[in-house]
């Protein structure tokens, strides 16, 4: 029974950051009771994929940003995700930006934030993370869900040294990660986006990869997704594109927020300051989506967010050339049951466009 239509009103009648903390903390609560996670649990949607060298239960992954600090793993992986993506993680704790700092703006179905990377700083965040039981049981119905995590850098570190922060991320989360996330996307910390600029992007990925190959003298490898924004020209994306083959990526996630609020301006709070999500975000996503694809080939990992409020959004992203999907608002907008329903619509999407002993 889906619960989410009667509860949304009650949660949509508080501030939205209230809201977001209240259930991120009824699911961290009731995510080990055999009976309470069935207020929100989904059945997983079975159609297994290989991506980046990882297999992937189904297609559709939770974005970063709802789960900051990797509280909720077990919960959310209840809900019939095939991979869950926690953070974005500093390597110190920062309390982000002042409040108010999340708003809904309900007649375009968007989020606005500008919560500016706030949480609890590594330590507190990979305590979290190994706490999983999805992750560490190898029993558990779950196990083999997929857990990205997602790296940035704390807003007092000059943007000159980002790298620093980067690199301390990923020596720190890469023994607890099927997959690594550089967000160098989000508009609400100071000059992050610079980072995607030609030169601070090449010198950035140089960092990394380099700190990378000295983990994988005793790990195994571990795949680097890199995080990038809507708001980027097609010149731009190609140039990003270039980049991340250059430098032995494995995959890109598109996209974060925008920063255009032509969609929003006119309602209530559509003037806050902050990056936009839900569905004035998808077009511009799924362009990025098409044009990443255009550039990089058929092979290239590409994981497509931004603006997915149902099943026909996730398709459009496949279309355009996503391999996965990730969904943040529409979970926030239409509750857990979006989850199957995009899963099960892509799975079925893609059996019918299959050739007909690829379906067999």
């Known amino acids: ?55 992937f239960p189904n297609r559709v992954g939770l974005a970063a940003g709802l789960d900051k600090n990797a509280r909720c793993i077990d919960g959310l992986a209840a809900m019939g995700f095939g991979f869950i993506e926690v953070g974005t993680v500093t390597p110190f704790a920062q309390s982000g930006n002042s409040k108010p700092r999340m708003f809904r703006v309900r007649e375009a179905a968007a989020v606005i934030n500008r919560m500016g990377f706030n949480n609890l700083g590594l330590d507190a965040f990979l305590k979290n993370v190994r706490k999983s039981r999805v992750r560490t049981d190898p029993g558990h119905p779950l196990h083999g869900m997929r857990l990205g995590l997602n790296i940035g850098k704390n807003a007092a570190t000059p943007i000159e040294r980002a790298a620093d922060d980067y690199v301390a991320c990923l020596q720190a989360v890469y023994p607890h990660a099927d997959y690594i996330t550089v967000n160098i996307s989000s508009p609400n910390t100071k000059n ?37 924004a809507p708001d980027l020209s097609a010149e731009q994306v190609s140039v990003i594109a270039e980049v991340l083959q250059r430098h032995g990526m494995d995959g890109v996630i598109a996209t974060n927020t925008t920063v255009n609020h032509e969609e929003v301006g006119r309602f209530r709070d559509g003037d806050e300051v902050g990056g936009v999500s839900g569905a004035p975000v998808r077009r511009a996503s799924t362009e990025v989506v098409r044009r990443l694809r255009e550039v990089l080939g058929p092979d290239f990992p590409i994981i497509g967010v931004g603006g997915i409020m149902d099943a026909e959004d996730a398709i459009e992203k496949i279309d355009a050339g996503a391999d996965l999907v990730q969904i943040y608002t529409g979970l926030i907008y239409r509750g857990p049951a979006l989850v199957p329903q995009v899963a099960q619509a892509i799975k079925a999407h893609l059996a019918e466009q299959a050739p007909a002993e690829k379906v067999q």
Request: no cysteine; proline share 5%.
């Open 192 to 228: 992050l986006r610079d980072l995607q600029s030609n030169a601070s992007l090449d010198a950035l990925l140089q960092q990394l990869r380099d700190a990378r190959e000295a983990l994988k003298q005793t790990q195994p490898h571990k795949p680097m997704f890199l995080k990038i």
């Open 1 to 55: 029974m889906d619960l989410y239509p009667l509860i949304r009103p009650f949660l949509f009648a508080m501030d939205a950051e209230t809201a977001h903390d209240l259930t991120l903390d009824w699911v961290r609560k009731t995510q080990h009771s055999r009976w309470l996670k069935r207020l929100y649990a989904q059945k997983r949607v079975d159609d297994p994929v290989q991506v980046a060298g990882l297999q």
